[in-house]
Structures are given as structure tokens and as C-alpha cells.
């Protein structure tokens, strides 16, 4: 099982496509930090001028914390799409090249086969995630320095300790980690349903596209919906930094991912031992 694992990181590696993650994190992160170290506090002093009407805000309130904080609220919804483009190849791209037949020549079973490709995809994602922690948190402190989280929200501010933040955030990784998961179950789904290499890549993404927009629409029937859309329980790492914690809800929104894991694994597994992979 580990020479088999070892085997299918080796082809994520080797395709240039998986590096455009940690290419785009990179970017993206290293732009915002940029932005927020030349003009944060015109930023901050737009966002707080209503807040400073009736309380006195002082401190270094633009830290590293907070720009953790921002980074995670602006990346979080867009690294779906680079784990589809990833995970989504893992089957279908191989039924594509040949090479899928190959690989059924050798001591392995389809079940080992799929948990090979579906923990190379994991640790995939892992590795996003640390370089994002990395990047975020780990640059936000060393330029911007600690201090305490301010959350401002629509209807309340919650501030949060500089010493009670950093399990918080392993907290968030820790929930973003598993809602990616459930993206990278779903693409490795589509992908044993098809020949295609770019047809569930596609549409993973407009479906995590579609959930995305139905989640943020404020209508009716979409409300009868939204509790069984995956995306809409990814979102819950924000919960980690509100006090007093709403643990019911981390819980609950924690376990339906999990529950979405086992039901695309379930169904890849089901599909994937019967298919006809030699015609």
C-alpha cells in the first residue's frame, strides 16, 4: 500500500498543473500582505469609522492575526477549484492515457487503488493548507507582529486575545483541511464515472460554483436547501474565532462533512470496482 501511495504522489508531482496552487497561494497572499503593509490603515480606518463614532479604538489593531484572518475569508471559497483540478484527474486521467489497465496488472486490488489516489489527493491538500498557514500566518506575524483578532461582523464585533488565536487558527486549518477533503472525495467520484480527463475537473468546479451561489442567495426555497449543500458546512471554520463558541454547530457542520466524504467514497468505490476498464 505504500510503494502504491508513493506512486501516485509521484504522478501528482510530476504534473505541472498541481504546482498552480501553491503558485496562486503564493501570489495571492504575498499581493494582499503588499497591499495591507502599504495602505492597511486607510483600509481599516473606512471599515472601523462607524465603530470609532462610538468607541475609542486603540492598539495595533491591523496585526498579523487580523491579516491571517483576511487571507482565510479571501482564499478559503477560491481553493476548492485547485483541489478539483487536482483530484478530479486522478481516474479519469489515467482511463484517458491507458495506463489505468497497467496498473490492474499489478498486486493491487481497485480498493487499494482508489484509497492509494484518494490519501495522495489528502496529502495534497494538507500541503496546500500548510503553505497557506505558512504564508498567512506564519508572514502575517513576522511583518505585521501579534496582537489581539478584532472580527467585525454585520451585527456585532468580536474581539479575540492575541493569546487565544493560534489554536483557533490550527482550529480553522483544521476545518478547511476537511472540507477540502470532501471537494477532493467529490472531483475522485466524477472522475471513476468517466474516460475524460477534464470532464469532472469542469464540473466539479461548476458544481462547487453552483452550491456556492444558491448559499450566499437569500431565497426561500434555497433556504430548504442550503443544509444539505456541502458548501455550505465548509464555511464553519469562521465559527472557531466567535465567542462564546458555538461547538453544537462546529460539531454538527464537522460531522455532515464527514458524512459527504464517506457517500463520494462510497459511491467511487461502488462504481469504480465494477467498471469495465478493459474495453
Not at 508531482?13 to 496552487?21: E, L
Request: glycine share 6%; charged share 15%.
Amino acid at each position: 500500500m505504500l510503494k502504491l501511495l508513493h506512486a501516485e504522489l509521484l504522478k501528482i508531482v510530476v504534473k505541472p498543473r498541481s504546482y498552480i496552487g501553491f503558485a496562486a497561494i503564493t501570489v495571492i497572499v504575498l499581493l494582499i500582505e503588499f497591499a495591507l503593509w502599504l495602505d492597511g490603515q486607510s483600509y481599516l480606518q473606512f471599515i472601523l469609522q462607524t465603530l470609532e463614532q462610538s468607541f475609542d479604538v486603540q492598539g495595533n489593531i491591523l496585526n498579523g492575526n487580523l491579516v491571517a484572518f483576511i487571507i482565510l475569508q479571501t482564499l478559503i471559497v477560491q481553493m476548492p477549484l485547485l483541489v478539483a483540478l487536482i483530484s478530479g484527474d486522478l481516474v479519469s486521467g489515467e482511463a484517458a492515457m491507458g495506463t489505468i489497465r497497467l496498473l490492474l496488472t499489478k498486486p493491487f486490488t481497485r480498493g487499494e487503488i482508489l484509497w492509494a489516489k484518494f490519501f495522495a489527493a489528502s496529502i495534497y491538500v494538507f500541503l496546500l493548507i500548510l503553505w497557506l498557514g505558512l504564508l498567512a500566518l506564519g508572514i502575517g506575524l513576522l511583518v505585521f507582529g501579534p496582537g489581539d483578532l478584532t472580527v467585525l461582523k454585520s451585527d456585532e464585533l468580536i474581539i479575540v486575545r492575541a493569546g487565544d488565536t493560534l489554536w483557533r487558527f490550527f482550529a480553522a486549518f483544521g476545518i478547511a483541511f476537511l472540507s477540502l477533503s470532501v471537494v477532493s472525495a467529490f472531483s475522485l467520484m466524477l472522475s471513476c464515472f468517466t474516460d475524460n480527463s477534464i470532464g469532472p475537473i469542469i464540473t466539479a468546479m461548476a458544481v462547487i460554483i453552483l452550491f456556492t451561489i444558491i448559499g450566499t442567495l437569500e431565497v426561500p426555497l434555497f433556504d430548504l436547501i442550503k443544509p444539505f449543500l456541502f458548501t455550505t458546512h465548509m464555511i464553519v471554520w469562521r465559527n472557531v474565532f466567535e465567542h462564546p463558541l458555538d461547538w453544537p454547530l462546529i460539531r454538527n457542520s464537522s460531522a455532515i462533512l464527514l458524512l459527504h466524504i464517506a457517500v463520494f467514497l462510497s459511491v467511487a468505490f461502488y462504481y469504480f470496482k465494477r467498471k469495465d476498464i478493459y474495453n
